[in-house]
């Protein structure tokens, strides 16, 4: 059940639902309830995911309901019940779940070149993986992230153990995930975690090596800013952003991805000012934005932010309960010094990025899929007391 959660993360929402509750039952029948109980109390994720949950039912009860009320409680209950079945999970179940998420990874990287080299049909259920295709592309274009921050993680491992080729292989996946989220993806969000999130696993790996952090910093920046600086679409995508926000700022209102994020961010943290205890309640936010927001965006129903849309129906507790959640995450991946708390700290930290600037966590096409993903990889990077989690990722030929 694990293994088809992590096999099927760039399929449509509808698959990565049935997968979740395949799961969640699989884990409710499958016994050793205790065991996996006393898991979850040990794990540092515990109490900021039961402070977050028990905050959202004290303002279902003292504030007021609205009709997106039983959709915005679900959904924020499915955020922290993704969270405890990753944290649940076993060594073992990690690692299949991590399985079939590479496993797919690789299947559709094939496909893209295929698409693209000789025009291979795609299915309609995967045209988010070759082209943009609303919030679920965003969401394909993220877990391509995670996939090329790996890729950097081990190639780095291989420069340090002497492995030049491998390290090279390595870091020529990365360049082309990078055009994939970049061109046919377009994704801006998964650009920027991945220029944001290398850095940090260098900084990671070599912390007590100045000399090599700097020069690893400086070399990343040259290939990696020269890569991307000629992709003119991305190039397109930046310059149009800028001139949105320099639009919005003189009062105007056109549909477009930057300036839907100015309202929403400016519209949205004038809800948390106006009531910074307990928010206007939960599936508050759709009514405020509805009587606040420019009437052309008047369909949306989350502030591309996450801690926004939870500051806004909660107050400043439940943004301080799920700032907590992700940050002890990214924390917990940083302790671990070798190459599994890098593996994490990519994948948490890709999680937050997406998650300040998109809804990473409310909009279940994400959700579902990059923060599934994340919290395997940090699930393997809490087995303190195993100095190689990921070991056994892939069987072996047995020595005859």
């Known amino acids: 059940a694990a293994m088809f959660w992590g096999l099927v993360v760039f399929m ?14 699989a884990l409710l029948v499958g016994g050793g309830l205790r065991e996996r109980y006393a898991r979850l109390r040990a794990n540092p994720l515990w109490w900021p995911v039961v402070a977050y949950v028990a905050w959202t039912f004290i303002v279902l009860a003292v504030r007021p309901h609205y009709p997106e009320t039983p959709s915005n409680l679900f959904h924020g209950l499915r955020i922290a019940f993704t969270f405890l079945m990753a944290m649940a999970l076993t060594r073992e179940e990690a690692l299949w779940a991590l399985r079939g998420f590479l496993l797919i990874a690789a299947l559709n990287i094939v496909l893209i070149v295929l698409h693209y080299s000789l ?13 943009e295709v609303g919030n679920k592309s965003i969401s394909n274009a993220l877990l391509f992230s995670i996939v090329a921050a790996s890729a950097a993680v081990y190639g780095l491992s291989q420069i340090t153990g002497h492995r030049p080729l491998r390290a ?45 952090l700097s020069a690893a910093l400086i070399l990343g920046a040259v290939v990696i800013g020269a890569s991307l600086y000629q992709l003119p679409q991305l190039q397109q995508k930046v310059e149009t952003g800028i001139e949105e926000l320099e639009k919005a700022q003189t009062g105007a209102v056109f549909h477009g991805s930057w300036i839907i994020r100015y309202y929403m961010y400016r ?25 606040r927001g420019p009437a052309l ?42 190459i599994a708390g890098r593996y994490a700290l990519a994948a948490t930290l890709i999680a937050l990025i997406a998650s300040s600037v998109n809804s990473a966590m409310r909009d279940a096409q994400i ?14 990077a809490q087995e303190s007391q195993d100095p190689d989690p990921w070991r056994g990722l892939w069987p072996r030929a047995r020595p005859s």
């Open 267 to 291: 519209d949205t943290g004038a809800m948390i000012a106006d009531q910074p205890v307990a928010g206007w309640g939960i599936g508050g936010w759709t009514d405020q934005w509805h009587k």
């Open 168 to 212: 090279l292989a390595a870091f020529a996946l990365v360049l082309g995930l990078g055009a994939v989220v970049a061109l046919p993806l377009t994704s801006r969000t998964s650009v920027l975690a991945l220029l944001l999130v290398i850095p940090v696993v260098c900084l990671h790996q070599w912390k007590n090596h100045l000399k090599a």
């Open 119 to 131: 025009g291979f049909p795609v299915p309609g259920a995967l045209r988010g993986v070759v082209m």
């Open 12 to 25: 449509p929402v509808g698959v990565t639902y049935l997968s979740a509750i395949v799961l969640l039952l």
């Open 297 to 338: 965006f008047a369909d949306s129903n989350m502030p591309h932010n996450d801690f926004l849309w939870v500051g806004a129906q909660s107050g400043i507790p439940g943004i301080l309960s799920l700032l907590a959640i992700m940050l002890v995450a990214v924390w917990q991946a940083w302790r671990r010094p070798d």
């Open 367 to 380: 959700g579902l899929a990059v923060l599934w993903i994340a919290m395997v990889y940090l699930r393997l």
